[in-house]
């Protein structure tokens, strides 16, 4: 079993003040992998006084030398490419074929898309006759979810530092291996002392002491709504920034000319990750006339997702990532039996030949209503609810109503109904005919998903304060 207690804090890797122990499970075998110490106060303050410490000197590099060092971290992470992803595998599931590709990829996927927009970025603009200036905000605390944790690491870290911020990184403590690794890459890119740190800890210890630490200047969290309320609320004593990623049940629109392999490009994506994806199409609404031959085609390719155990190579979903995780989805399932909706293929239960690990079965539901639990609540798992409508406004209606507003996807040949619906709905991302979007995108969303926007320059912009200069014109 790997120890790993120590912090990284003030360039040096450090004993916690106090030892509180936490065992890191793995999710495949249900065995500890791992034992990790959880900081306290005195830990969290260590860190924040090494980030203010480096501030000053770290925000005045102009941002050529900030980027040397980045290119720098950069080569490094690519290098340690299997390390990285066998530390995703282990800690949250990933079949290690997705944890050493997409996974892993996340790292230098945004990467490039931040040194793009950086090449561009303009730290003083000229606006009539004022400057307008682009300065680091401070100190952030960072608070990263276990679902894709490298994807939300790099998209906090590498944008911070870019500006001239410093960092002080909580990683969530249920899979934090691959971000002490990713402190491993940062300490070995030679960063200056205090430029970046991590401490290990829960939302209650840690994640508390962070939102409401008068020397943070904003916090950056992704995870679940409830959880970012309570940052948020716990913030607001302090007035720092805080920058929201939240949850998503984001609709899939099928139209009845949909491209061909709509509805099963929409389960695969569904049940990608084991489900836990905060954007994850995890509501396929379909046009009445469609809607037999739909069903039918999500029944037989949720036939073909396989699930097995992490360390097997080879496309399938691994197990989700804790048994409180496995027991809120079982208890989602049991509620949509409940309701009444159809269940499609999987349902209640471990797959057949899994008898140990957090394995839960592909389901889909079908005749799912708008006022069952399973079309409202966000279930985190591999479970897809299929619901019929009649029209295209219907369609606008049923997608909006919902607390969330992440991502929403629309499939039809017809280019002009397409941009018209994608318009209309509530979302901060719409991917319409199964596009994908490219590298150094605004990521995030609206309403109970969150506020903020990850990724390229507005990912940049997220950590900057804006200054206004007059009678010093460009």
Request: hydrophobic share 40%; net charge negative; charged share 20%.
């Amino acid at each position: 079993m790997l120890e790993k207690r120590q912090f990284y804090i003030n360039g040096s890797w450090v004993d916690p003040v106090s030892q509180n122990d936490l065992v890191v499970m793995n999710p495949s075998t249900e065995e500890a992998c791992a034992v990790i110490s959880l900081g306290n106060t005195a830990d969290t303050d260590a860190a924040v006084a090494a980030a203010n410490a480096a501030f000053p000197g770290w925000a005045a590099l102009d941002m050529e030398a900030r980027s040397a060092y980045l290119h720098k971290f950069y080569d490094i992470y690519v290098a340690r490419q299997a390390e990285m992803g066998a530390a995703i595998s282990m800690e949250m599931g990933a079949p290690i074929d997705l944890a050493t590709n997409s996974q892993w990829g996340c790292g230098p996927w945004h990467m490039d898309g931040f040194f793009e927009a950086m090449d561009s970025f303009e730290q003083e603009r000229a606006y009539r006759n004022e400057r307008v200036r682009m300065e680091p905000i401070g100190v952030c605390g960072m608070i990263t979810p276990w679902n894709w944790p490298m994807n939300q690491v790099v998209l906090k870290v590498i944008p911070a530092l870019a500006v001239g911020c410093t960092v002080v990184l909580k990683p969530s403590e249920i899979a934090p291996l691959s971000s002490l690794l990713f402190a491993e890459m940062m300490d070995e890119a030679g960063l200056p002392k205090g430029v970046f740190n991590l401490v290990n800890g829960d939302g209650a210890g840690v994640g508390t002491q962070l939102s409401t630490h008068p020397d943070v200047d904003m916090i950056s969290f992704t995870g679940s709504t409830r959880a970012g309320v309570a940052i948020s609320k716990a913030a607001a004593d302090s007035l720092k920034r805080v920058s929201l990623e939240l949850g998503g049940k984001g609709a899939n629109i099928v139209f009845a000319d949909a491209p061909e392999k709509a509805v099963r490009n929409g389960v695969l994506h569904c049940m990608n990750n084991s489900g836990q994806s905060c954007n994850a199409p995890t509501r396929m609404l379909v046009e009445r006339s469609y809607y037999p031959e739909a069903l039918d085609i999500a029944k037989a390719t949720a036939a073909k997702v396989a699930v097995d155990l992490s360390e097997k190579p080879g496309r399938h979903i691994g197990p989700v990532v804790s048994e409180a995780q496995f027991d809120k989805i079982q208890g989602l399932i049991e509620t949509g039996i409940k309701e009444g909706a159809t269940v499609l293929a999987g349902g209640l239960g471990r797959p057949e030949g899994l008898n140990k690990g957090y394995f839960v079965r592909p389901t889909i539901f079908a005749d799912v209503t708008p006022d069952m639990t399973i079309y409202r609540e966000e279930i985190f798992g591999p479970v897809l609810a299929i619901t019929p409508f009649d029209d295209e406004a219907q369609a606008i209606e049923m997608a909006n109503d919902t607390v969330y507003g992440l991502t929403n996807y629309i499939q039809t040949e017809d280019s002009e109904k397409r941009l018209r619906v994608a318009r209309a709905v509530r979302s901060g991302m719409v991917e319409t005919n199964s596009v994908g979007f490219g590298h150094g995108i605004p990521f995030g969303g609206m309403k109970q998903s969150g506020n903020g926007r990850e990724g390229g320059p507005w990912g940049l912009e997220e950590f900057c304060e804006v200054k206004v200069i007059s009678g010093c014109p460009m």
